[in-house]
């Protein structure tokens, strides 16, 4: 059981919007901290894709954009590509459990 | 280029140990927070344990407080976790991540080394 909640799967067509939300508590979303999102490719390593709520690092596309409102987040990837088919998990860090947490992860497939 | 890779994973049985490694090109990894994440098969991410640059902060997940220590060379730029009274549920690929102080997020990750536990 995550500490962040995530659904397990989303789907879309390409070029359609899809959005992939997270729910946590006060202990981790809704404290300063901030969530993060990371996108791991088939067979690959987690890789960072939107920090602090909503800032995206250097060579990450614009189709990607972070929010985040009390206690949850969403994650939302506009113009879908095949190659968005992968894993997205969203991260805290938790004051209650003094540690970094994950949500369960949600699989994207791009129909 | 900057990137970590990671080394040290493999078979081990229920009770024995493993000492992962992770060596950092391109960076000063002593000037960052050095992390160890994981993920069992088909499942997703763990944080399991964190370092400080300077050494004097390090916290563990419940999961594995007592039986893992994390632990950095920084003549050889790594980063390692000592893992010792492995259990089946230890089975997982194991990520080097790192952070840099202040932030809350991993902004690079190693390829990973996969650790199976098994009789």
């Known amino acids: 059981q995550s500490v962040l909640t995530q659904p397990p799967s989303v789907s879309g067509a390409p070029g359609q919007r899809v959005t992939i939300s997270c729910t946590g508590s006060?202990?981790?979303?809704?404290?300063?901290?901030?969530v993060h999102w990371y996108q791991q490719l088939p067979g690959a390593a987690p890789k960072l894709l939107i920090h602090a709520n909503t800032h995206r690092p250097s060579g990450v596309p614009d189709r990607f954009s972070g929010s985040k409102s009390g206690t949850s987040a969403s994650l939302a990837i506009t113009g879908l590509q095949t190659e968005d088919e992968a894993d997205y998990y969203c991260q805290s860090y938790d004051i209650s459990l003094s540690a970094w947490v994950f949500g369960g992860g949600t699989k994207l497939t791009v129909l | 280029e900057v990137q970590l890779v990671e080394s040290g994973g493999g078979l081990a049985q229920p009770g024995g140990s493993l000492r992962l490694s992770c060596v950092a090109s391109?960076?000063?990894?002593?000037?960052?927070?050095g992390n160890w994440v994981r993920q069992a098969p088909g499942k997703g991410l763990e944080w399991l344990s964190f370092?400080?640059?300077?050494?004097?902060?390090?916290y563990y997940a419940d999961s594995v407080r007592g039986r893992f220590t994390i632990s950095r060379d920084s003549a050889k730029n790594s980063l390692h976790l000592q893992m010792n009274n492995l259990r089946v549920d230890d089975t997982a690929i194991y990520y080097c991540a790192k952070k840099t102080p202040g932030a809350s997020w991993f902004d690079l990750w190693g390829q990973g080394t996969l650790v199976t536990v098994s009789s």
């Open positions: 370092l400080s640059p300077g050494g004097s902060d390090i």
């Open positions: 006060t202990s981790n979303i809704g404290a300063p901290y901030g």
């Open positions: 391109g960076i000063s990894f002593s000037d960052y927070e």
